[in-house]
Every structure is written in structure tokens, then in C-alpha cells.
């Protein structure tokens, strides 16, 4: 399944996000902490085409992990099994917010 947010482009086959534009990827499977997360944001952050995608990128985070109920509920950091949090979500075929 592939869901699109923005630029960015979700692979639930190979558990990836990647910007189109320039084949910018991002491997799903290794996000298990908010500090990764996070590490990815700021990553993205600082490339040229990073502040124009940033409201994309946060969407598609969170509607793939869903991260303030699973990454870093009441200011603490969680460790997760990303695939599993997303094979879930991608099972119960929650409606994309609009990008």
C-alpha cells in the first residue's frame, strides 16, 4: 500500500517515507524512539526543501505512529516495534487527515 502526504510518499512493502522529489528516504522500521523522530525532524528540517515539507512529514509521522499516544505520552520516551505500530494502523485503514 502506498499513501501519499504532500511530497512524501509512504511504502508500507518496504516500510519507507520517502520525499519524490529527490529520493529522499526515510527506513520506518528503524523510528522507535521519539528522540529518533526527532533526530529525523531536525534532519529535515535543515536540507533546502525541509521547511516547505515539514507540515507533510509531521502528518505522515503521525499518522503512522501515532507518536504522542506511542513515542512520548506524558513527556516520556517510549521504545517501540515501529512495524507493528504501523502494520496496525495500515490494518485498520484509518482516513488520512487532509495534506
Known amino acids: 500500500m502506498k499513501k501519499n ?5 509512504f511504502d508500507s512493502k518496504y516500510m519507507t517515507l520517502t520525499y519524490v522529489q ?8 528503524e523510528v522507535n524512539t521519539s528522540a529518533e523522530m526527532l ?3 531536525f534532519q529535515i528540517w ?4 525541509g521547511k516547505a515539507s515539514m507540515p507533510h512529514l509531521l502528518n ?6 501515532d507518536p504522542q499516544a506511542n513515542l512520548c505520552s506524558w ?3 517510549h521504545k ?3 512495524v507493528e ?3 496496525q494502523k495500515v490494518e485498520s485503514r484509518k482516513p488520512l487527515r487532509a495534506t
Open 39 to 41: 533526530d529525523w525532524i
Open 60 to 65: 505522515a509521522f503521525d499518522w503512522l505512529f
Open 22 to 29: 529527490y529520493g529522499y528516504e526515510i527506513d520506518l522500521d
Open 85 to 87: 505500530v504501523i502494520k
Open 5 to 9: 502526504f504532500g511530497p512524501w510518499e
Open 80 to 82: 517501540i516495534n515501529p
Open 46 to 49: 535543515h536540507k533546502d526543501w
Open 75 to 77: 513527556g516520556s520516551d
